[in-house]
């Protein structure tokens, strides 16, 4: 069930919410977890719009960063993450060349840090609210 944070300067996308909803889809998929309303409804995007530059000055960047529950994603997801999650961003901003500018950002928390509810789950914890949501 990660969160996603987006960094970019105000109107770089037309459809911030439509983006939203498509990054934390793409995400869902990449992590190959099961489509159940746990993860559906906790899963999400957040869109900042914000006052960035590098050194020259140059404001047309993005960032993406992306936290996850410990081991949520493995060498392949990561790159697949990154990849996808880039591609994503620079269309829903209409600039194939954003996609050279978009930074993306893999944390995850330690097990046992990843709270919902009120309550901070274990990764074993989180495996078995989905098995239970599976199974009913």
């Known amino acids: 069930m990660p969160m996603i944070d987006v960094y970019a300067r105000a109107g770089t996308f037309a459809d911030p919410s439509a983006l939203a909803s498509r990054l934390a889809a793409t ?22 719009e914000t006052t960035l530059a590098n050194v020259d000055g140059e404001d047309d960047r993005v960032r993406v960063q992306v936290l996850t529950n410990a081991g949520a994603l493995d060498r392949d997801k990561q790159l697949a993450a ?13 600039d194939s060349g954003l996609a050279e500018r978009t930074w993306v950002i893999l944390t995850e928390t330690y097990d046992g840090g990843w709270g919902i509810a009120g309550h901070a789950n274990t990764n074993e914890e989180l495996v078995a609210l989905a098995r239970a949501q599976l199974a009913g």
Do not use: Y
Request: cysteine-free; proline content about 9%; hydrophobic content about 50%.
């Open 27 to 48: 995400l869902m998929e990449v992590e190959g977890v099961p489509p159940i309303p746990r993860f559906r409804q906790n899963t999400a995007a957040f869109l900042h």
């Open 82 to 94: 990154v990849r996808r999650l880039t591609d994503v961003v620079a269309e829903a901003a209409g």
